[in-house]
């Protein structure tokens, strides 16, 4: 069985979730509803279905898109709002899982450090468009990185600590799902293509178990405009996925990788259930799952977790 999740905090109402239901029952030749109830009243919906004989799992994101265009469409006109909705769909069994890998900038931040420590530097247009071509998919990670850290060269070292107090701010919801799924028994890891110096305070301030990161070179206090080797990057991402589920004991199917960048995909491609938040459009369209709209806590929603049940 596969499960419909439509998550619009405080936005859903019933007259687009049973609209969205007969749809999906008259008009959808996905499979057959078995179920529809609230996790949370006009937050998240669950929509059980048993899938056709011909339904992939590789179309639960082209159907999840079609969904919300329906529910939105459906809002528009019986409710007179501008939905703003994510929808994830995926198997029923197994839908909470055990191991979460998470992108730092972006995903558990709302910035992205290198381009922040460019501004005392006073490069932050020059280093934050390769961050973004990097982020696209339309640049090598390793390569732009070296690039970017090496206009960083003199850069006073006391800078990072200023960056990390003055410009670093926890994504909406990264709390409450790290420590929520650390409470139900979940390990937790973050992994960023960025620098210790940042990973580390956020990976403690969010309640993580594991930070994994860069580490920028300081030679006399000062940035040598150099980061140790290797890099960070997706193979990293990718190898901690699969090294920390071989640890757990657990399957791919049990795991939940989320980030933003192309450099992120290789683990949200392997992952049980992959998510790109708020991800650039390569990311998004390779996604087995996407929230555009919903904070961190979508992720919480989506695997049939109830707001009672949260840990702040």
């Not at 439509?6 to 999906?24: G, R, Y």
Request: hydrophobic share 50%.
């Amino acid at each position: 069985m596969f499960v419909v999740t439509l998550i619009a905090e405080d936005a859903l109402t019933d007259s687009v979730t049973s609209e969205v239901t007969h749809q999906f029952m008259v008009d959808w030749t996905a499979g057959t509803v078995v179920a529809a109830e609230w996790i949370d009243e006009g937050c998240a919906f669950d929509l059980s279905f048993r899938p056709a004989d011909d339904f992939r799992p590789e179309d639960c994101a082209h159907l999840a898109q079609g969904l919300a265009g329906l529910a939105r469409n459906i809002a528009s006109v019986s409710d007179c709002q501008d939905l703003k909705l994510d929808v994830v769909i995926q198997p029923i069994e197994g839908r909470e899982k055990r191991l979460l890998v998470a992108d730092m900038d972006s995903t558990m931040i709302q910035c992205e450090c290198i381009d922040e420590l460019a501004d005392y530097a006073g490069l932050k247009p020059q280093i934050a468009a390769i961050t973004e071509a990097a982020m696209r998919g339309e640049l090598d990670f390793e390569a732009a990185l070296d690039a970017r850290v090496a206009l960083l060269a003199g850069l006073d070292a006391a800078v990072i600590d200023r960056c990390l107090a003055e410009r670093v701010r926890l994504m909406p919801g990264a709390r409450t799902l790290v420590r929520t799924m650390r409470a139900r028994g979940a390990r937790c890891v973050l992994v960023s293509g960025g620098f210790t110096r940042f990973a580390e305070p956020v990976a403690r301030e969010i309640g993580f178990d594991r930070a994994i990161a860069n580490e920028l070179l300081i030679a006399d206090d000062r940035l040598t405009g150099e980061v140790a080797k290797p890099i960070v990057g997706a193979e990293t991402k990718l190898a901690t996925l699969r090294a920390e589920a071989v640890a757990l004991g657990i399957d791919a199917a049990a795991t939940l990788a989320v980030g933003d960048g192309a450099n992120d995909l290789p683990m949200i491609r392997a992952a049980g259930l992959g998510v790109a938040f708020r991800a650039k459009p390569v990311v998004a369209a390779a996604a087995a799952a996407r929230v555009e709209h919903g904070d961190l806590t979508a992720l919480l929603w989506a695997q049939g977790i109830a707001r009672r049940d949260w840990v702040a």
